[in-house]
Structures are given as structure tokens and as C-alpha cells.
């Protein structure tokens, strides 16, 4: 039997209904409590009986196939079920936090600030996709904040998971969504590609940036997929002060075809928190939309309605952010050979990968350094330059690679700091075979090794150099 | 309680232990099978001693198209599948046939039902290979949820409360809830001789308290299983198709 709830008071499954919070179309949310039970709960509880729309009910279905299996900080922890033969409901945590849809009436916002947001919200979006789901709703409504700052994503009933059915795709062959943040793609059917929740974070960007929504608010079909070939005005047209980088990020993020955006959300988190390291192309000067030929070759391009076949986690697994380890010191010339020839090799399988290289300016511990050696050159520069020439051939596209040095009293603790921060997936670094040094210090590769929580592969000097033998 | 579903044995010893070894491993406490324990492959014999044991502790079984192609006729089937089951007509001893004649097309078990094939008339062995067989099937029993095999391919179908039919391939290894608010049909993959390009034994669990069902690939001696076809003088496809899982 079906019962509507909707009584303070009322107990279902031992949780109290303590008082409404959100009584929207599709679902009606309470705050509950439980004894035992510690920490405050949301239940939410769909809209289903006479006249309800069947999407309620698919999405809650949804919801209650996937937030069980959804684990880490960036979601609602999942509390209970109830049956929905007797009473369907969701019991989660609550997240005592406004969503970002309160901010809407300071936008725009300053850039550092969006820059900022973005990062936390691309982060969030990176652990949801590892878990094989993409969201397909994210908007403003959907985005928390807990106290510690990290981003949780709410509302997975638009969601789709690779690893269960897809009751949404079965049973609606028109796209859902939210209008204004919905990916090209999405309009046309598809549903696992993760690159259309980069897509909405990208109007995020530019609506919380400009004040702006770059598609406007259209909801017919009609005017919704204009976005299939006419681009938005770029922020620079409307605000001549926005930052290039920023410009550069937002309208990669809105690229129609989704092979122009980011590879993954952790590399868009990368570029929102190294603006100095973004590679700019002719995106981050535009004025003006895409000519008219531009938009025409694309409003007949048929390659955008195939569909997806990958599964999401192998765009992510194909996507890496590697980090190379490199000291530039003359006695690791040897080591730094073999470094660049497990790189190559690897970085060619790996066409979407992006490579971090990375070097590590000891600091002294008790005196306060000068950043200026003794020939009047900056350390930080001549590391860099020297990282880069380390890199050079390579001959990797600027875009997929960034070079930093970190500073550090102990230099495996900057490397793993670099590698938590960054979402970096595998982390090369050299070890030299034998050193006095490694013996005395010990060594800095064997505690990335340890303590790193991604991949770590580390590369030595061939025992007989080639050529030598 | 968790259940352990086997369909599509086809003689197959090597993966037919490994299946059950693997179920056993993960707290099985219920065998399922879903019919065709004979047919293809090599150890009938051994395979019908240990499907009876099973029958014996407790087990639900049903019948296959081959399993009744051994005392009935091999009508309408490929010439390769005709002459293993003539072969295994040889093989099995009259307690083995007296005990596939007894076997019923279909078992309802609380609120699950186990066929073979599509469950609408189950003596007619069609095959579920879309949301077509898929809703003819579901329209013929009130089951929450039905179990099937005789495609080699897993695939898993819901009918919603609002009569639409959902298909997907599902993955070894992930658990899946059975909504209850809709009906599901469940072709399992098949022990003996998968057909979806892995050659690893498929099989799956259902548990019953939480209402997941995860299916299952367990790689086996795909090597011997094979040897085994060629020394028993049976068409060589039947072996050399084990490996590619085709």
C-alpha cells in the first residue's frame, strides 16, 4: 500500500519526520532522526500515485540503485532504503550547507573566487566519474559545500551508472536535464559520456564569472540545441577585463564535440589551480562568436550523433595525470635518460595523459634562503628551464604538459604534497643504484613510493649504460 | 540467503568445478540449474553424477533443450550439437536419462521462476536475445524476478510498473539490486560455453535479502576441457570454441 508521507511526526522504519525541508515536483525531502542514529538526515520521498510524472519515479529508482554504491566525501553518505512496494524513500545525510543556487544573486563572482569553486566542484566531479557514474544534472541546485570545503554532489536520479541499468535511457528516448547546463551530447540521447559534466560545469563557470548563462534559459527543444552549433558570446566579448586563462578553460569546457574538452575532470581541476600554467590558444582571445561558416560546417556535421561506446572509467584510465620526478643535477644524467624513455614509451600510449614534471628546491630549514644564487640567477627559473629541457623531446603538445618546481625542506614530502593535491594517477620518479648519499638520507624514491597512495614506478640507470657495453 | 544460479553446463567438467568451487567460496547456500548440463562437451557422464548429487542436497533444476534431445529428438538442431548429442547418448547410463526425463520445463521458487529459455511456453526453446523475447516472457508469470539461460550471453531486462522494458549487459562482478518495484528477467551467461567473446565460466548470485544480483566469470582449464572434446573424436569447432568464448 502505497501512502503518501507527509505529517510531522509520523514514524516509517523507526525515522521521525521532523519537519519538511523541500517540496518540489518530483520528491518531497524531510529532515528525520532515528534513535542510534547520529548526525542530521534528509529522507526524501517521491511524488508517485495518481498523475505523478513517470520520470519521478524512474529517477527515484535511479537514485536508489546508485547512491547506495556511492562512497568518499563528495556524496550524501547513504543511510537507508525503504521498500517501494510498501513506501519508497531515500534516508541520507544531510549536508548542512546552502547549495550554490543562494550565491546567484552576487554573480558575477570574482574570478579567483570561481576559479576556486571550480576546482572543488572538478574534484568532486573526478571521484563521482571513478566510481563509474556521470551526473548529468550539475547546476548550481545540486552543488554543496561541507565545512572542510570539499564540494558534494546531490541528486543522482538524472545520473547515469555504467556498472547498472540505465532505466532513464530505456524508458525516455527524449533527454533529460536541466536546460541551460545540459552537453550537446546529452541532447542527442547520449548518457555515458563524463565530458558532458565538464560541459555543465563549464556554464557554471561562465554564468557564476559573467552573471550570464552562455545559452540563455530556453528550455524548448528548438532552443536548446542551437548549442549544437552556435558557440556562446566568449566572457571576454562581455567583460573586457576577464582573464584569458580563465576564458581559455571556460569555453574548452563548452566545446561541442566532447574530445575538445578536457580529457577528465581532474585535468580541468589541474588548469583551474595552475592559471599561470594554462597553455592559451586562439579560445582565450576571442571577442566574437564562430563565423558563419564555422557554425554552418557545424550544424551538418553528422560524426556528433554517433554514440558513446567506452565505458566511463576507460576515458578516465586513458587520461592520466602523470608526474615525473626529475633532479637535475650533472650526476643524475644517466638516471634521467632512462626517466625520459619509460616516459616516452609510456605517454605514447596514453594520447589524453598530461605530464607534470617536477623538482624539488631544498630549502634550509633554519635559514631563510635567498631565491637568488650567488650568480644572480633565480633558482626557481633555472630549474624550470632546465625541466623543460629535461621534457623537450618529448615533443609533447604544451597543453598536456606543466613544469614546477616545489620547494621543500625534505623533498619527498613536497612530491607526495604535489601528487595528494593534484590527483596526479602515477608518479615516475629515478632512484640512483647505489649513492652514499641515499644511505646517509635515505632515499627519496623509496618514500614516495611508500607513502604515495597512486602508482609509483621507479626507474634506474641500466646497470651497463647502452652504447658503453 | 544467497543463491548460486548455473545454466548451460554442457558437459563442461573443468568449468563446471570451478564455478562450484567459486560459488562455494562466496557462501553459496542454494544451487540453482538452469538446464543443458549435457551436449558439447566431453564429461557428460561426470557431469550428470554431480548435477544428481546436487538434485539430491537440495538443488532446483530444470530441463534444457539438450538435456531432452538425449531421450527425444534432435530436431531443428546445428549438425555439431546433433552429433554431440548422439555421442552423449552413448556415454549416459540409464540412471542419468531416467533422471533428465524427470526434470520439469519450468520451477517457480517463492517469488522467482527458473526455465531454460523464454518462459511463455517453455517446450518451444526460444531464445530471450531482446526486450521482445524479453517482455513475452515477463507477460507469463506474476515471478518478481525469472531466471534463464540457453542464450550463452548474459543480459539482464526490468519491466517497469508503467510496461516499458529496460535491456543491459550487465558486468562480472557488480552487484545489481533488483528494484522491487519492477520485473526482472535474467539470462545468465552460460558454465559450459560462453558465447560473448570471454572465455571465462559464467554463472551468477542472487541474494535474496538484499535483492542483488552479481554475475559471475571464473577463469578455468579452458585447455584440458578442450584436449578432452578432441580425444572423444567430437567436432573439433566445439573445442577450439572454448578459448575464443564464441
Same mark, same amino acid.
Given at each position: 500500500?502505497?501512502?503518501?508521507?507527509?505529517?510531522?511526526?509520523?514514524?516509517?522504519?523507526?525515522?521521525?519526520?521532523?519537519?519538511?525541508?523541500?517540496?518540489?515536483?518530483?520528491?518531497?525531502?524531510?529532515?528525520?532522526?532515528?534513535?542510534?542514529?547520529?548526525?542530521?538526515?534528509?529522507?526524501?520521498?517521491?511524488?508517485?500515485?495518481?498523475?505523478?510524472?513517470?520520470?519521478?519515479?524512474?529517477?527515484?529508482?535511479?537514485?536508489?540503485?546508485?547512491?547506495?554504491?556511492?562512497?568518499?566525501?563528495?556524496?550524501?553518505?547513504?543511510?537507508?532504503?525503504?521498500?517501494?512496494?510498501?513506501?519508497? #524513500?531515500? $534516508?541520507?545525510?544531510?549536508?548542512?550547507?546552502?547549495?550554490?543556487?543562494?550565491?546567484?544573486?552576487?554573480?558575477?563572482?570574482?574570478?579567483?573566487?570561481?576559479?576556486?569553486?571550480?576546482?572543488?566542484?572538478?574534484? +568532486?566531479?573526478?571521484?563521482?566519474?571513478?566510481?563509474?557514474?556521470?551526473?548529468?544534472?550539475?547546476?548550481?541546485?545540486?552543488?554543496?559545500?561541507?565545512?572542510?570545503?570539499?564540494?558534494?554532489?546531490?541528486?543522482?536520479?538524472?545520473?547515469?551508472?555504467?556498472?547498472?541499468?540505465?532505466?532513464?535511457?530505456?524508458?525516455?528516448?527524449?533527454?533529460?536535464?536541466?536546460? =541551460? #547546463?545540459?552537453?550537446?551530447?546529452?541532447?542527442?540521447?547520449?548518457?555515458?559520456?563524463?565530458?558532458?559534466?565538464?560541459?555543465?560545469?563549464?556554464?557554471?563557470? #561562465?554564468?557564476?564569472?559573467?552573471?550570464?548563462?552562455?545559452?540563455?534559459?530556453?528550455?524548448?527543444?528548438?532552443?536548446? &540545441?542551437?548549442?549544437?552549433?552556435?558557440?556562446?558570446?566568449?566572457?571576454?566579448?562581455?567583460?573586457?577585463? #576577464? =582573464?584569458?586563462?580563465?576564458?581559455?578553460?571556460?569555453?574548452?569546457?563548452?566545446?561541442?564535440?566532447?574530445?575538445?574538452?578536457?580529457?577528465?575532470?581532474?585535468?580541468?581541476?589541474?588548469?583551474?589551480?595552475?592559471?599561470?600554467?594554462?597553455?592559451?590558444?586562439?579560445?582565450?582571445?576571442?571577442?566574437?562568436?564562430?563565423?558563419?561558416?564555422?557554425?554552418?560546417?557545424?550544424?551538418?556535421?553528422?560524426?556528433?550523433?554517433?554514440? &558513446?561506446?567506452?565505458?566511463?572509467?576507460?576515458?578516465?584510465?586513458?587520461?592520466?595525470?602523470?608526474?615525473?620526478?626529475?633532479? $637535475?643535477?650533472?650526476?643524475?644524467?644517466?638516471?634521467?635518460?632512462?626517466?625520459?624513455?619509460?616516459?616516452?614509451?609510456?605517454?605514447?600510449?596514453? =594520447?589524453?595523459?598530461?605530464?607534470?614534471?617536477?623538482?624539488?628546491?631544498?630549502?634550509?630549514?633554519?635559514?631563510?634562503?635567498?631565491?637568488?644564487?650567488?650568480?644572480?640567477?633565480?633558482?626557481?627559473?633555472?630549474?624550470?628551464?632546465?625541466?623543460?629541457?629535461?621534457?623537450?623531446?618529448?615533443?609533447?603538445?604544451?597543453?598536456?604538459?606543466?613544469?614546477?618546481?616545489?620547494?621543500?625542506?625534505?623533498?619527498? +614530502?613536497?612530491?607526495?604534497?604535489?601528487?595528494?593535491?593534484?590527483?596526479?594517477?602515477?608518479?615516475?620518479?629515478?632512484?640512483? &643504484?647505489?649513492?652514499? &648519499?641515499?644511505?646517509?638520507?635515505?632515499?627519496?624514491?623509496?618514500?614516495?613510493?611508500?607513502?604515495?597512495?597512486?602508482?609509483?614506478?621507479?626507474?634506474? +640507470?641500466?646497470?651497463? =649504460?647502452?652504447?658503453?657495453? | 540467503?544467497?543463491?548460486?544460479?548455473?545454466?548451460?553446463?554442457?558437459?563442461?567438467?573443468? @568449468?563446471?568445478?570451478?564455478?562450484?568451487?567459486?560459488?562455494?567460496?562466496?557462501?553459496?547456500?542454494?544451487?540453482?540449474?538452469?538446464?543443458? !548440463?549435457?551436449? !558439447?562437451?566431453?564429461?557428460?557422464?561426470?557431469?550428470?553424477? %554431480?548435477?544428481?548429487?546436487?538434485?539430491?542436497?537440495?538443488? @532446483?533444476?530444470?530441463?534444457?533443450?539438450?538435456?531432452?534431445?538425449?531421450?527425444?529428438?534432435?530436431?531443428?538442431?546445428?549438425?555439431?550439437?546433433?552429433?554431440?548429442?548422439?555421442?552423449?547418448?552413448?556415454?549416459?547410463?540409464?540412471? /542419468? %536419462?531416467?533422471?533428465?526425463?524427470?526434470?520439469?520445463?519450468?520451477?517457480?521458487?517463492?517469488?522467482?521462476? !527458473?526455465?531454460?529459455?523464454?518462459?511463455?511456453?517453455?517446450?518451444?526453446?526460444? !531464445?530471450?536475445?531482446?526486450?521482445?523475447?524479453?517482455?513475452?516472457?515477463?507477460?507469463?508469470?506474476?515471478?518478481?524476478?525469472?531466471?534463464?539461460?540457453?542464450?550463452?550471453?548474459?543480459?539482464?531486462?526490468?519491466?517497469?510498473?508503467?510496461?516499458?522494458?529496460?535491456?543491459?549487459?550487465?558486468?562480472?562482478?557488480?552487484?545489481?539490486?533488483?528494484?522491487?518495484?519492477?520485473?526482472?528477467? /535474467?539470462?545468465?551467461?552460460?558454465?559450459?560455453?560462453?558465447?560473448?567473446?570471454?572465455?571465462?565460466?559464467?554463472?551468477?548470485?542472487?541474494?535474496?535479502?538484499?535483492?542483488?544480483?552479481?554475475?559471475? %566469470?571464473?577463469?578455468?582449464?579452458?585447455?584440458? @576441457?578442450? /584436449?578432452?572434446?578432441?580425444?572423444?573424436?567430437?567436432?573439433?569447432?566445439?573445442?577450439? %570454441?572454448?578459448?575464443?568464448?564464441?
Amino acid at each position: 500500500m502505497v501512502k503518501p508521507l507527509h505529517e510531522t511526526g509520523v514514524e516509517i522504519d523507526g525515522f521521525r519526520l521532523e519537519a519538511m525541508v523541500h517540496r518540489g515536483g518530483m520528491a518531497m525531502l524531510w529532515r528525520v532522526s532515528k534513535p542510534g542514529l547520529e548526525g542530521p538526515m534528509l529522507m526524501k520521498v517521491p511524488r508517485i500515485g495518481e498523475g505523478a510524472d513517470p520520470a519521478a519515479i524512474v529517477g527515484f529508482e535511479m537514485e536508489q540503485m546508485i547512491l547506495p554504491k556511492l562512497n568518499g566525501p563528495h556524496v550524501p553518505k547513504f543511510i537507508a532504503a525503504g521498500d517501494f512496494a510498501r513506501q519508497p #524513500y531515500l $534516508v541520507m545525510e544531510a549536508i548542512d550547507s546552502p547549495s550554490l543556487l543562494k550565491r546567484l544573486p552576487q554573480l558575477p563572482l570574482p574570478y579567483d573566487e570561481v576559479a576556486r569553486l571550480g576546482v572543488r566542484i572538478a574534484e +568532486a566531479l573526478d571521484d563521482l566519474h571513478r566510481q563509474h557514474v556521470v551526473h548529468l544534472d550539475v547546476k548550481p541546485s545540486n552543488i554543496l559545500f561541507r565545512s572542510g570545503g570539499e564540494a558534494v554532489l546531490i541528486d543522482f536520479g538524472l545520473s547515469h551508472h555504467d556498472r547498472l541499468p540505465d532505466l532513464m535511457q530505456e524508458e525516455f528516448r527524449v533527454p533529460f536535464g536541466t536546460a =541551460p #547546463y545540459m552537453s550537446p551530447e546529452q541532447l542527442r540521447g547520449i548518457r555515458n559520456e563524463p565530458r558532458s559534466d565538464l560541459f555543465a560545469l563549464g556554464v557554471l563557470l #561562465y554564468f557564476f564569472s559573467t552573471g550570464v548563462r552562455p545559452f540563455g534559459e530556453s528550455e524548448t527543444m528548438r532552443g536548446m &540545441r542551437r548549442r549544437l552549433w552556435r558557440d556562446p558570446m566568449p566572457p571576454r566579448a562581455l567583460r573586457p577585463e #576577464y =582573464p584569458p586563462w580563465l576564458q581559455e578553460i571556460v569555453l574548452r569546457c563548452l566545446e561541442v564535440e566532447a574530445g575538445r574538452r578536457h580529457p577528465t575532470a581532474a585535468q580541468l581541476a589541474f588548469d583551474l589551480s595552475h592559471p599561470g600554467e594554462v597553455k592559451l590558444t586562439s579560445r582565450s582571445e576571442k571577442r566574437e562568436r564562430d563565423s558563419f561558416t564555422t557554425v554552418m560546417r557545424r550544424r551538418f556535421n553528422t560524426d556528433l550523433t554517433a554514440q &558513446r561506446r567506452t565505458p566511463v572509467t576507460e576515458q578516465l584510465t586513458s587520461a592520466p595525470i602523470v608526474a615525473v620526478a626529475v633532479d $637535475v643535477g650533472a650526476e643524475a644524467a644517466p638516471v634521467n635518460a632512462a626517466l625520459l624513455d619509460v616516459t616516452a614509451r609510456m605517454l605514447a600510449t596514453l =594520447p589524453d595523459a598530461r605530464l607534470a614534471c617536477l623538482n624539488v628546491l631544498k630549502s634550509s630549514a633554519i635559514a631563510i634562503d635567498s631565491t637568488l644564487d650567488k650568480e644572480g640567477h633565480n633558482k626557481q627559473i633555472d630549474r624550470l628551464v632546465r625541466l623543460k629541457d629535461w621534457a623537450a623531446p618529448l615533443k609533447l603538445d604544451e597543453r598536456r604538459l606543466t613544469a614546477h618546481v616545489l620547494e621543500g625542506t625534505d623533498p619527498a +614530502a613536497a612530491i607526495l604534497d604535489f601528487v595528494t593535491a593534484n590527483r596526479v594517477d602515477h608518479v615516475l620518479i629515478g632512484a640512483r &643504484r647505489d649513492s652514499f &648519499r641515499r644511505r646517509v638520507l635515505g632515499s627519496v624514491s623509496a618514500k614516495v613510493a611508500t607513502e604515495a597512495a597512486c602508482s609509483v614506478t621507479i626507474v634506474r +640507470a641500466p646497470r651497463v =649504460p647502452l652504447g658503453d657495453a | 540467503m544467497l543463491i548460486a544460479f548455473f545454466a548451460d553446463i554442457h558437459a563442461n567438467r573443468q @568449468a563446471f568445478e570451478a564455478c562450484l568451487a567459486h560459488a562455494r567460496d562466496q557462501g553459496a547456500e542454494r544451487t540453482v540449474l538452469l538446464g543443458d !548440463y549435457v551436449g !558439447y562437451g566431453a564429461d557428460p557422464d561426470w557431469v550428470m553424477q %554431480r548435477v544428481m548429487d546436487l538434485a539430491a542436497d537440495g538443488a @532446483a533444476l530444470v530441463l534444457g533443450n539438450h538435456d531432452a534431445a538425449v531421450g527425444g529428438s534432435t530436431n531443428g538442431m546445428n549438425i555439431e550439437a546433433r552429433v554431440a548429442i548422439e555421442w552423449t547418448r552413448t556415454e549416459l547410463g540409464k540412471p /542419468a %536419462r531416467d533422471f533428465l526425463d524427470a526434470l520439469p520445463l519450468s520451477r517457480t521458487d517463492d517469488d522467482r521462476l !527458473y526455465v531454460h529459455s523464454e518462459a511463455s511456453d517453455p517446450k518451444k526453446w526460444i !531464445y530471450v536475445t531482446g526486450t521482445l523475447e524479453a517482455a513475452n516472457s515477463l507477460s507469463a508469470t506474476p515471478a518478481h524476478v525469472t531466471f534463464c539461460g540457453h542464450v550463452h550471453r548474459p543480459a539482464l531486462y526490468s519491466l517497469s510498473a508503467t510496461a516499458k522494458m529496460t535491456s543491459f549487459t550487465p558486468t562480472a562482478g557488480a552487484a545489481v539490486p533488483l528494484l522491487p518495484g519492477r520485473r526482472w528477467l /535474467a539470462v545468465l551467461g552460460a558454465v559450459g560455453q560462453p558465447r560473448d567473446g570471454n572465455p571465462a565460466a559464467a554463472y551468477a548470485l542472487y541474494d535474496t535479502g538484499r535483492g542483488e544480483l552479481t554475475y559471475v %566469470r571464473v577463469p578455468y582449464d579452458v585447455e584440458t @576441457a578442450a /584436449a578432452r572434446i578432441r580425444k572423444q573424436g567430437l567436432p573439433v569447432w566445439l573445442a577450439d %570454441r572454448l578459448f575464443v568464448g564464441k
